[in-house]
């Protein structure tokens, strides 16, 4: 692809207009006065606890930008973007009213998508997450320019992938088969298995002791490996590659489950031969979860009532958000914008097992919440959900 029609960088000469755009778009007084009051605010009877860190993250600030300036630099061409640029409702609505098509999905379990209205010349955005091999060569066939917003954290994890495929190894990639961040890092392997949680890989680890059903272990995961996978064959060599958006804690589990059992397999003079492991664990996830665990644990000295997450229903990385404060026992609600929250006090939000529920949200008197949202957040749609509730205990006397 040539470099005049591929850009990676940006466009410095309507950057600026761009930067401040996105701040008329997404900086919140409210969040900027929890940060400079220790991230707690108590109004209209409600005590607020904003985690350290929270929303997007720089990834998501830079795929935006670009995009952003995409669309002023090509005024009259026509754009496109492979999929969602970022799982933030707000933010592809926006890309939308700028006249960025959005490539329609076929609807097959293979995540295709149709491509047939790109014509030559047009710009094609590729989202945060990034775009397959497959798609990249059809791009370069149909003579478009390309705009690539991917996150240098995906990047980081395709370079691994590429190294254990040079040392004959298979990717172990731990993520979700159908996630587009997932399915574009398995199209740089030539042999891969996604395992989607400890207990999926649980089950690999018994099969490479010799403990599973071949006809089993082949039907459980026939949409979630390569092409003529054999596990008898492709299971001898191991690296261990992540969905950036991963749990953390669980992705360490993963690698040291997948070393223990080459290592009970192979010994200890082979096991490096036969498992690689890289960091490819993104920081501002990371940072996240931590801060969300540290507001967790605060829970008895604040008297916190519930943790409220904020974030896109299809992301990954809000999802972990949510199950950190479930998982300990605190009540948690994930919303994907303040609209979720109705001056009835009922709360639509997203289940632990994907569910879209309502319910009584508010109590009665002083409430304490915490605050976190993912990192494909803005804050002003943080904002926009903590208005929601102040509204709601100002206009409800029994909330009182």
């Known amino acids: 692809?040539?470099?005049?029609?591929?850009?990676?960088?940006?466009?410095?000469?309507?950057?600026?207009?761009?930067?401040?755009?996105?701040?008329?778009?997404?900086?919140?007084?409210?969040?900027?006065?929890?940060?400079?009051?220790?991230?707690?605010?108590?109004?209209?009877?409600?005590?607020?606890?904003?985690?350290?860190?929270?929303?997007?993250?720089?990834?998501?600030?830079?795929?935006?930008?670009?995009?952003?300036?995409?669309?002023?630099?090509?005024?009259?061409?026509?754009?496109?973007?492979?999929?969602?640029?970022?799982?933030?409702?707000?933010?592809?609505?926006?890309l939308q009213d700028m006249d960025v098509n959005f490539i329609p999905k076929t609807g097959g379990l293979d995540g295709g998508k149709d491509f047939s209205g790109v014509g030559d010349g047009d710009v094609?955005?590729?989202?945060?997450?990034?775009?397959?091999?497959?798609?990249?060569?059809?791009?370069?066939?149909?003579?478009?320019?390309?705009?690539?917003?991917?996150?240098?954290?995906v990047s980081k994890v395709w370079n691994t992938v590429d190294m254990h495929q040079r040392k004959g190894l298979t990717s172990i990639i731990h993520g979700k088969y159908g996630h587009e961040e997932t399915v574009a890092t398995a199209s740089f392997c030539e042999t891969y298995l996604i395992v989607k949680n400890m207990e999926e890989a649980e089950y690999v680890a018994r099969y490479i002791k010799g403990e599973g059903d071949r006809g089993e272990f082949m039907e459980k995961f026939k949409m979630a490996m390569s092409d003529d996978f054999d596990p008898d064959k492709h299971l001898e060599k191991l690296g261990l590659a992540n969905q950036t958006t991963m749990y953390k804690k669980e992705t360490r589990a993963i690698g040291q489950l997948f070393q223990k059992a080459q290592l009970s397999k192979y010994g200890p003079t082979d096991v490096a031969s036969h498992y690689m492991e890289f960091d490819t664990i993104c920081d501002a996830t990371q940072e996240r979860q931590d801060a969300i665990h540290d507001?967790?644990?605060?829970?008895?000295?604040?008297?916190?009532?519930?943790?409220?997450?904020?974030?896109?229903?299809?992301?990954?990385?809000?999802?972990?958000?949510?199950?950190?404060?479930?998982?300990?026992?605190?009540?948690?609600?994930?919303?994907?914008?303040?609209?979720?929250?109705?001056?009835?006090?009922?709360?639509?939000?997203r289940a632990m097992d994907g569910e879209i529920v309502t319910e009584e949200f508010m109590g009665k008197g002083k409430v304490v919440m915490g605050v976190t949202s993912g990192a494909s957040t803005?804050?002003?749609?943080?904002?926009?959900?903590?208005?929601?509730?102040?509204?709601?205990?100002?206009?409800?006397?029994?909330l009182q």
Request: proline share 4%.
């Open 378 to 398: 803005p804050d002003r749609a943080v904002q926009d959900a903590l208005d929601r509730v102040f509204l709601l205990k100002k206009i409800n006397p029994d």
């Open 124 to 153: 094609v955005i590729l989202p945060a997450f990034g775009a397959s091999i497959d798609e990249m060569e059809l791009f370069d066939s149909k003579n478009v320019e390309i705009v690539d917003t991917t996150c240098p954290w």
């Open 1 to 94: 692809m040539s470099k005049d029609t591929y850009f990676k960088n940006g466009f410095k000469s309507v950057r600026e207009e761009v930067k401040q755009d996105m701040e008329q778009q997404f900086v919140s007084e409210t969040v900027g006065e929890l940060k400079s009051n220790n991230n707690i605010i108590f109004r209209d009877n409600v005590e607020v606890h904003l985690a350290k860190d929270f929303g997007f993250c720089w990834g998501v600030e830079r795929s935006i930008a670009m995009a952003y300036e995409a669309r002023s630099h090509f005024p009259s061409k026509k754009l496109h973007i492979t999929n969602e640029l970022i799982h933030n409702p707000q933010v592809n609505g926006k």
């Open 295 to 349: 507001l967790v644990s605060t829970r008895s000295s604040l008297n916190l009532d519930f943790i409220l997450v904020i974030g896109g229903w299809d992301s990954s990385n809000t999802q972990h958000l949510l199950e950190i404060p479930l998982n300990a026992g605190l009540k948690a609600y994930h919303i994907n914008e303040g609209g979720c929250i109705s001056p009835d006090n009922k709360i639509t939000h």
